[in-house]
């Protein structure tokens, strides 16, 4: 078994905000394979999977991966990174995301631990430990872009951690939250119902760079899903997981999925999309900034 604290660790790390190129970057991870590696003289505490939303931020995953790499191989993990992405004629869906990361990286391993992780977050101290403990863990919980401070106290987004059961217990995300916001406070209530807590790491050691991108659009249907988010709990969610996968590719550094939802999959979304129409909903896509 490896240490239970990888002896590695140093505490703040440098973050290089500069994009690599995509060859540099390869050839600084030979023992990468398949978006997968594991320590190669002791046997890896943990397994995790760290999935990644995506849409149209090229130049921000060549950072992330470039720093992300070293980060985890330190960590002494047994890990995987992967990218999902939806259809460009689908608006954005975080939640939806990340059920299917979940699905398709528990169909690829048996990971026992999920990072939900944001494309723009790059960890700033390597004592910011990617595992999974007892309770669902927030760890983005100091952003440089919010002077450190945490938004409010049942924040979940930006970057968390949760079990396999965990994650299975709550039913995984809403799929419902198209656009930007509310999905993780969505999935913060039924980490509530559902009595479990949630921990965090110390400030000092749980900070972040916040890479700059535009504001996405906020949905504005986020509010009226939230307050009605309990009732769907139990019947939206990973058990409702409807999509076809477009591809999956696995490339050196990561695995790269992109799925599509068929029109009658949409439907069940038609009332919260901003025109009440799934064709329109559709190309509606290309005006809804969600990049
Ligand atoms: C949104 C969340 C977001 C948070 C912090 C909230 O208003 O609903 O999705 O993570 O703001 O930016």
């Given at each position: 078994?490896?240490?239970?604290?990888?002896?590695?660790?140093?505490?703040?790390?440098?973050?290089?905000?500069?994009?690599?190129?995509?060859?540099?970057?390869?050839?600084?991870?030979?023992?990468?394979?398949?978006?997968?590696?594991?320590p190669?003289?002791?046997?890896?505490?943990?397994?995790?999977?760290?999935?990644?939303?995506?849409?149209?931020?090229?130049?921000?995953?060549?950072?992330?991966?470039?720093?992300?790499?070293?980060?985890?191989?330190?960590?002494?993990?047994?890990?995987?990174?992967?990218?999902?992405?939806?259809?460009?004629?689908?608006?954005?869906?975080r939640?939806?995301?990340?059920?299917?990361?979940?699905?398709?990286?528990?169909?690829?391993?048996?990971?026992?631990?999920f990072?939900?992780?944001?494309?723009?977050?790059?960890?700033?101290?390597?004592?910011?430990?990617?595992?999974?403990?007892?309770?669902?863990?927030?760890?983005?919980?100091?952003?440089?872009?919010?002077?450190?401070?945490?938004?409010?106290s049942?924040?979940?987004?930006?970057?968390?951690?949760?079990?396999?059961?965990?994650?299975?217990?709550?039913?995984?995300?809403?799929?419902?939250?198209?656009?930007?916001?509310?999905?993780?406070?969505?999935?913060?209530?039924?980490?509530?119902?559902?009595?479990?807590?949630?921990?965090?790491?110390?400030?000092?050691?749980?900070r972040?760079?916040?890479?700059?991108?535009?504001?996405?659009?906020?949905?504005?249907?986020?509010?009226?899903?939230?307050?009605?988010?309990?009732?769907?709990?139990?019947?939206?969610?990973?058990?409702?997981?409807?999509?076809?996968?477009?591809?999956?590719?696995?490339?050196?550094?990561?695995?790269?999925?992109?799925?599509?939802?068929?029109?009658?999959?949409?439907?069940?979304?038609?009332?919260?999309?901003?025109?009440?129409?799934?064709?329109?909903?559709?190309?509606?896509?290309?005006?809804?900034?969600?990049?």
């Amino acid at each position: 078994m490896c240490p239970l604290i990888p002896p590695e660790l140093v505490g703040d790390i440098p973050v290089n905000k500069y994009p690599l190129n995509w060859t540099v970057i390869e050839s600084r991870y030979k023992t990468v394979v398949n978006g997968s590696h594991r320590p190669e003289k002791c046997t890896a505490r943990h397994k995790v999977a760290l999935l990644i939303p995506y849409r149209n931020r090229a130049r921000h995953l060549r950072i992330f991966l470039n720093h992300m790499h070293a980060f985890l191989i330190k960590q002494q993990l047994d890990y995987g990174i992967y990218i999902v992405e939806i259809d460009e004629d689908i608006p954005f869906n975080r939640g939806f995301l990340f059920n299917v990361g979940f699905k398709e990286a528990s169909s690829d391993y048996s990971y026992d631990c999920f990072i939900f992780h944001d494309v723009d977050l790059l960890p700033q101290n390597d004592h910011n430990l990617y595992n999974c403990p007892d309770q669902p863990r927030h760890l983005s919980v100091a952003i440089d872009k919010f002077m450190y401070k945490l938004a409010y106290s049942t924040n979940f987004g930006g970057v968390s951690a949760m079990t396999k059961e965990q994650f299975t217990t709550v039913n995984g995300f809403s799929n419902f939250f198209f656009g930007w916001g509310g999905e993780d406070d969505d999935l913060y209530n039924r980490l509530v119902y559902h009595k479990m807590t949630i921990s965090r790491t110390m400030s000092d050691v749980a900070r972040y760079t916040m890479l700059s991108h535009k504001q996405a659009t906020r949905n504005p249907q986020r509010i009226k899903l939230l307050r009605s988010g309990k009732q769907r709990m139990q019947t939206d969610g990973i058990n409702s997981l409807e999509y076809k996968v477009l591809q999956k590719i696995h490339r050196k550094l990561y695995v790269h999925v992109t799925v599509t939802l068929e029109e009658s999959a949409l439907r069940p979304f038609k009332k919260f999309s901003l025109s009440g129409n799934t064709t329109i909903f559709r190309r509606s896509a290309a005006n809804f900034d969600l990049s």
